[in-house]
């Protein structure tokens, strides 16, 4: 089994930028899908962005094309989520997802670990 942990989270204005950061355990993280998905309050959890062995090999949800970045660096078991000009409907706790034994796309069912999230929040 993996353990999944995000860091980064926090508190700021409409505009600003955040980098969020998903820390998966395992000797075979290279190969991992991990994905970025995230809930609002009284709305459904849903698809952010996910990156496969491939770093090149990224989808983002339609609303964060051009302000999302996701990456990995493989050293140091990591996946990251670059989020720039930020408005308060991004607002959510974002949650890391990971599938260790093949490919996923934008199913969080097709995500069996997932970490506890952490809270974004901006304001206007």
């Known amino acids: 089994q993996v353990q999944v942990v995000e860091s980064g989270g926090g508190l700021l204005q409409a505009g600003g930028s955040l980098r969020l950061s998903c820390a998966a355990s395992?000797?075979?993280?290279?190969?991992?899908?991990v994905g970025w998905f995230r809930q609002a309050p009284g709305k459904e959890r849903e698809f952010v962005a996910r990156i496969i062995w491939n770093p090149d090999n990224t989808i983002y949800r339609d609303s964060v094309k051009g302000r999302f970045t996701i990456s990995r660096d493989n050293a140091k078991n990591t996946v990251y989520l670059r989020m720039n000009s930020l408005q308060p409907e991004d607002t959510a706790v974002y949650y890391c997802?990971?599938?260790?034994?093949?490919?996923?796309?934008?199913?969080?069912?097709?995500?069996?670990?997932w970490g506890p999230g952490t809270q974004v929040t901006v304001s206007s």
């Open positions: 997802a990971v599938r260790s034994d093949g490919y996923a796309e934008i199913d969080p069912h097709e995500y069996p670990y």
């Open positions: 395992g000797r075979t993280f290279n190969l991992y899908t």
